[in-house]
């Protein structure tokens, strides 16, 4: 399994340009998870989806963020327009079923710098 | 609200000895507790879990008991060496919601 993949891993942009990360989940996984990393903030939970229906967007920090997951096998996040504090490490996640089964497989993530 | 608190690093130790990183937790209900890893440039990847209380999760060497009497989940290794220098997070989930929620993460550094 290729596990989960995201891309683009690095992106540098300009204030005010739209960003739009991307996400190709474990064939399977019904849960998709995105997260943000910063050093001030540490791991923040943005959003997740449950069979491609977003269940819990309460991480989302403003109305320039939006995610979406139009299938099982590809979710967006995207922020428009950008500003620089939204420089971070941008993680997507994937996991399948409930219960005591659930583990959450991370991306590799992708590095936004916004000059 | 469900938290989790993790002891603040960096923790620098030398190969082969002892690790020891305290974590602890605050839930209203019961909780899964997990310690994920982040190698340098890459994601997380789970280490281990434990389910309910007195549950131990092991896996390369690294043990954790989850302790519901200390609401606590440290991670112990006997002998650690070079290879183990990461990140490593705390983190914690409930049933009903499916949502990780991590501690902030404390830096291992392992000199040879």
């Known amino acids: 399994d290729a596990g989960v993949i995201q891309s683009p891993r690095h992106e540098v942009t300009e204030m005010g340009q739209e960003v739009t990360l991307r996400c190709k989940p474990i064939?399977?996984?019904?849960?998709l998870f995105w997260y943000r990393q910063t050093m001030m903030r540490g791991l923040e939970l943005l959003i997740y989806f449950n069979n491609n229906v977003p269940i819990d967007d309460s991480g989302m920090p403003e109305d320039r963020f939006s995610a979406k997951m139009p299938n099982a096998s590809f979710s967006t996040l995207k922020i428009q327009p950008s500003e620089p504090r939204d420089s971070a490490v941008y993680f997507c996640?994937?996991?399948f079923g409930s219960g005591v089964r659930r583990e959450q497989f991370f991306g590799p993530g992708t590095r936004l710098t916004v000059l | 609200g469900d938290s989790v608190t993790q002891m603040e690093g960096p923790v620098t130790l030398s190969e082969e000895a002892f690790l020891t990183i305290n974590c602890t937790y605050t839930a209203t209900g019961y909780p899964s507790l997990f310690w994920y890893v982040q190698y340098p440039g890459e994601g997380l990847q789970l280490l281990l879990k434990a389910t309910k209380a007195d549950d131990k999760g092991s896996n390369k060497g690294f043990e954790a008991t989850y302790r519901k009497e200390t609401t606590s989940f440290h991670l112990e290794k006997g002998s650690v060496q070079v290879s183990d220098s990461a990140v490593y997070f705390c983190?914690?989930?409930?049933?009903?919601?499916?949502?990780?929620?991590f501690g902030s993460g404390t830096r291992l550094l392992v000199r040879p």
């Open positions: 983190a914690l989930d409930m049933d009903s919601s499916y949502k990780l929620i």
């Open positions: 996640a994937s996991s």
């Open positions: 064939s399977g996984h019904d849960y």
